[in-house]
């Protein structure tokens, strides 16, 4: 497997490098750091790409992510400090597989990788309960007789 590593912090990097080797030892690791090096990134250069987010996403940046995102046979997974219902779901709009919270600790950050490498996806459980964001039902609507 092919990875690579798009942050903003060169510690961020390689804390996630230690991560991935974890889920496989023979990946064959990259890294690009700097708020710019996600928009020279061509879809040919990993498998899975793990990119770091901070802040809100420029429109270019957002599109940068949604190229990635709908190359052939290409997985990306966002990390952010926002994880927000709102966020999480137009990160997630753009075809990513995984969305991951930097707060989560490492074996659900490495579970979470786990899901993606298998086809699935991941969200946090942050989406499922915002309701004030309207995505979850009141609960008192589950038992209306």
């Known amino acids: 497997m092919r990875v690579l590593i798009i942050g ?3 510690v961020y990097c390689e804390g996630l490098a230690a991560i991935v080797t974890r889920l ?4 064959e690791l990259g ?4 708020t710019e090096s ?3 990134v061509q879809p040919g250069a990993a498998d899975l790409f793990l990119v770091e987010i901070n802040g809100p996403g420029s429109p270019a940046r957002m599109e940068a992510l949604r190229r990635l995102a709908q190359a052939p046979g290409r ?3 966002v990390f952010s400090d926002r994880d927000t219902a709102g966020v999480i779901r137009e990160t ?5 597989r995984g969305f991951v919270p ?6 659900l950050v490495l579970n979470a990788l786990r899901m993606v490498e298998m086809g699935g996806r991941y969200v946090p459980d942050t989406l499922l309960v915002s309701h004030q964001e309207g995505f979850a039902e009141a609960p008192e609507a589950f038992f209306a007789g």
């Open 102 to 107: 930097k707060s989560l600790n490492v074996n």
């Open 24 to 27: 496989d030892a023979e990946a």
């Open 31 to 34: 890294m690009t750091i700097g």
């Open 38 to 40: 996600l928009a020279m």
């Open 75 to 77: 997985r990306v997974v």
């Open 92 to 96: 997630m709009e753009l075809g990513i």
């Open 8 to 10: 903003e912090q060169p």
